[in-house]
């Protein structure tokens, strides 16, 4: 629930954007920080830019540009350190939203990673649809190459295929369990 009193005080918008970066642990796109923060506390965009722009050029967090020219922030070890110490500053109503924000994006990020599809010429005119299923720790838990013929139909099982990892594995699991479709039926 967003927080209705606006905040508009610097230094704790500074506090909840270290605090967001800390717990996400990692790279964070620049959209994925701010829909984090202002989607979970009511704070205007500059005052955010601002407090953000300020921590960059403290060195609390650090700006990287990637390869797609997209703008990622990590916090450093100096913005850790900070960012534990006021950990407590950032009040509960705040910071428990932010925390349950970042572990949904975490978690859809892992989803949206465990499941990988691609297509692959196998002779001209002709493809194949290879998709694999990843668990949480990038374990291979399945990867299958099957023939499709066209592209557009190497395009249809891979679309197919990562729209319904769960069914796909599922009855994969009863094609190669002869005991487990007699138990079923």
């Not at 299923?133 to 099982?157: H, I, K, P």
């Not at 994969?172 to 138990?183: H, Q, T």
């Amino acid at each position: 629930m967003l927080y209705d009193r606006e905040i508009d005080n610097s230094v704790l918008i500074q506090f909840i954007i270290l605090h967001t970066l800390n717990k996400a642990a990692r790279l964070v796109a620049y959209s994925d920080l701010l829909n984090l923060v202002l989607e979970n506390c009511n704070i205007s965009y500059t005052d955010f830019q601002l407090s953000l722009d300020n921590l960059v050029r403290t060195k609390h967090v650090e700006a990287l540009l990637t390869g797609s020219n997209m703008q990622q922030f990590r916090i450093t070890e100096k913005g850790a350190y900070i960012a534990a110490s006021v950990r407590d500053k950032v009040p509960v109503y705040i910071r428990e939203p932010i925390e349950q924000a970042v572990n949904d994006l975490l978690r859809e990020e892992r989803l949206r990673n465990a499941v990988r599809g691609r297509i692959s010429l196998v002779s001209p005119k002709e493809y194949t649809a290879e998709c694999s299923l990843y668990d949480g720790d990038n374990t291979m838990l399945m990867t299958v190459s099957l023939y499709a013929g066209t592209r557009e139909q190497a395009e249809a099982m891979v679309t197919y295929f990562k729209e319904n990892p769960e069914l796909v594995y599922e009855k994969m699991i009863e094609a190669f369990s002869p005991s487990r479709k007699e138990d079923t039926e």
